[in-house]
């Protein structure tokens, strides 16, 4: 994923179309490596995103929406302080690599103008934003480069320079590369000569001049085909050809590239292309990362809680044995008079299973220390399993939380937070609770889904603790609560102020309780006043009584949703 310098030049063309002169309204940075400039333009208010994350780096307008930091980050700050009602002067391409410059007119504390600019660098993992002065000098960026890191250099008070280019570019270096060929792979020939080209923008360009990969020499005009066609591309916004859209789900084009197969989908501008792909990428691999740790703490507790398990069923197969002993201490009290002291053996007449059988015995002890070393050994054996199966239970029930908060985190969406599932995993010491130092404000707790159904609020937890919250909180003892059977899913309450719901409203609450099965299920309603506590159980683990079942086809009811 990345583009190439051609679909960036047309984005950096339509960008300072639609941006110069455009005044900025306010700064934001919702995520470490993303900025957000909202812009007054002439005749609308947009909103211009830059990011330098890896995986999607990107520069466009866009109509989604992040939530905000409590505290604003130390480069969101240093924008804030020198752009404040600032405007963008022009967006263009930097030394014809892939890296946008936006030039800032502005004015300093003392009220004197000013110039500004902002270095978007899209090249992958090498990505990076930069924000100088007039004279190019750093005075911050969201990665910072040393001197170590390969000759780039991004540090506060440096002179901004742009990464070294061992090969020539787009504009400058494709004559020279086309002149230099002396047969063999032409495709590859080009890549190694010239930067800023992705492959498959050379094999586009290749087989629109009618050029063949595989050639021993280029004749002239195959040279002039391919340089004719380059020359109609420089300015990509401008070519006949340009019509900016999304091939196959896998990346932005300036047009419709013949070397790709694959759905076309068109967009009217390059900016509108970039927003609806790297938007929805930039959504899954923040959702991602964002997950990775909690992930991690789930997959390392159902790890050590299935651990715990296997000792406790291999625990109680050891006092399986324990009725033995007592047989033993029970048959050297019945045959006392036949034992003394020193005796290795006896052997006894069992009889509950009226057969023969050898007591080993203690050489060293007595026949009533015997009896009472086997007694001993029961007992203990006793109490251990009384209390494995009770750990067994609180250890199986904590195997089936765990699986309730896999299958939370299965169900989050990008704008989803993981702040009640971080919660509960702090709660059962798999994480550290996060500091919260200089925290100006205390987010608030994120609700549960609300529909209104003809007349009746019906309400979704979300997670565990909404669920646990829903059910012993906000319902009534006269609510209809509602949950699929054997399934791990949201609690569902019918708000019934003292009337009885219909069955169209129970269908739906029940449809709403199914939405994240993959196919019908059953799903248990019952009043609220049947529903208690799991005894010793976790957060949203319930028993129920006195319930009916239907058959629901899972339907999330979007439409119903209470916004």
């Known amino acids: 994923m990345g583009s190439d310098f051609l679909a960036l030049s047309a984005l950096a063309a339509e960008l300072d179309s639609a941006l110069k002169g455009a005044r900025i309204d306010k700064i934001v940075q919702p995520e470490a490596d993303e900025v957000r400039f909202f812009l007054r333009a002439p005749g609308r208010n947009v909103c211009l995103v830059a990011s330098c994350n890896a995986g999607a780096p990107r520069l466009h307008l866009t109509e989604s929406k992040k939530a905000n930091p409590v505290t604003a980050p130390n480069f969101c700050m240093l924008l804030r302080k020198h752009l404040s009602n600032g405007a963008v002067e022009d967006v263009s391409m930097y030394n014809d690599d892939r890296i946008i410059r936006i030039k800032f007119a502005a004015r300093t504390e003392m009220r004197d103008n000013a110039e500004f600019y902002l270095f978007v660098e899209i090249m992958n993992r090498y990505s990076n934003i930069v924000f100088t002065d007039a004279d190019?000098?750093?005075?911050?960026?969201?990665?910072?480069?040393?001197?170590?890191?390969?000759?780039?250099v991004v540090l506060r008070g440096v002179r901004y320079l742009p990464p070294e280019q061992p090969k020539p570019n787009f504009t400058k270096g494709m004559k020279a590369a086309l002149a230099s060929f002396s047969g063999g792979d032409l495709h590859r020939h080009i890549l190694d000569n010239v930067s800023g080209l992705s492959g498959i923008t050379v094999s586009e360009i290749l087989l629109r001049a009618g050029a063949d990969s595989a050639s021993s020499r280029l004749s002239d005009k195959e040279i002039s085909d391919i340089l004719s066609l380059v020359d109609d591309l420089r300015d990509v916004t401008r070519s006949a050809l340009y019509a900016p859209c999304v091939i196959a789900g896998k990346d932005v084009y300036p047009f419709p590239y013949r070397t790709l197969k694959g759905e076309v989908t068109s967009y009217p501008d390059i900016s509108s292309a970039y927003d609806a792909f790297y938007g929805a990428c930039d959504a899954e691999i923040r959702l991602k990362a964002r997950l990775k740790s909690v992930n991690a703490a789930i997959k390392r507790l159902r790890t050590r809680t299935e651990k715990n398990v296997a000792i406790d069923r291999q625990r109680l197969a050891e006092c399986e044995e324990m009725d033995k002993w007592r047989l033993y201490g029970e048959l050297i009290v019945a045959n006392i008079y036949r034992i003394k002291k020193g005796d290795a053996a006896v052997t006894c007449h069992d009889y509950y299973s009226d057969r023969e059988i050898t007591v080993e015995l203690d050489e060293r002890l007595t026949p009533s220390g015997n009896s009472a070393a086997y007694y001993a050994k029961y007992n203990k054996l006793k109490r251990t399993r009384d209390f494995t199966l009770k750990k067994l239970d609180d250890d199986l029930a904590l195997l089936d939380y765990v699986a309730s908060m896999e299958a939370e985190t299965a169900r989050l969406g990008p704008a989803d937070s993981s702040a009640a599932i971080e919660?509960?995993?702090?709660?059962?010491?798999?994480?550290?609770?996060?500091?919260?130092?200089?925290?100006?404000?205390?987010?608030?707790?994120?609700?549960?889904?609300?529909?209104?159904?003809?007349g009746f609020t019906v309400l979704?937890?979300?997670?565990?603790l909404q669920n646990e919250e829903l059910t012993f909180r906000v319902a009534r003892s006269c609510d209809i609560w509602l949950h699929a059977k054997n399934r791990h899913g949201a609690h569902v309450i019918v708000i019934t102020e003292g009337k009885t719901p219909p069955d169209?409203?129970?269908?739906?609450?029940?449809?709403?309780?199914?939405?994240?099965?993959?196919?019908?299920?059953?799903v248990d309603y019952t009043e609220r006043r049947n529903v208690k506590r799991h005894p010793n159980g976790h957060p949203g683990q319930v028993i129920y009584v006195n319930f009916k079942t239907m058959v629901s086809v899972p339907n999330s009811h979007k439409e119903l949703k209470v916004k």
Not at 423 to 450: D, F, S, T, Y
Not at 460 to 464: L, Q
Not at 504 to 522: C, Q
């Open 460 to 464: 979704a937890g979300k997670n565990n």
């Open 504 to 522: 169209d409203i129970l269908k739906i609450a029940g449809e709403i309780a199914a939405a994240d099965a993959g196919a019908a299920v059953e």
């Open 136 to 152: 190019l000098t750093i005075l911050d960026a969201v990665k910072h480069l040393s001197v170590d890191s390969g000759g780039h």
């Open 423 to 454: 919660e509960e995993l702090a709660r059962l010491g798999a994480v550290k609770r996060k500091a919260q130092k200089n925290k100006i404000r205390k987010e608030k707790a994120e609700p549960p889904e609300e529909y209104l159904v003809d």
